[in-house]
């Protein structure tokens, strides 16, 4: 496995726990809302939407990531090195 693929693992793996803390913040603050406690319904959704914004940023890391390998492997393949890991 190379530094690419291993960057690629690690950035689906952090949007992974993103989008566990947007589940969680969210229950957390729709139960805040059923409770009517309000500082805690406030929490609940500013995690909610920050897991959110770092669950879109790594997902974007992701994707560009798999994008810049896939072109890598696309290349190996026209120079003739298709076996080659």
Do not use: P
């Not at 190379?2 to 960057?7: A, F, I, Q, V």
């Amino acid at each position: 496995m190379n530094k690419l693929e291993t960057s690629v693992q690690a950035a689906s793996q952090a949007s992974n726990y993103a989008s566990n803390a947007t589940y969680g913040g969210a229950s957390v603050g729709i139960a805040g809302v059923f409770g009517g406690i309000d500082w805690i319904a406030i929490t609940g959704l500013a995690i909610a939407a920050g897991g959110f914004i770092v669950n879109v940023y790594y997902r974007h890391k992701e994707n560009r990531r798999a994008e810049e390998l896939h072109e890598m492997r696309k290349e190996k393949i026209k120079k003739g090195n298709c076996y080659e890991d």
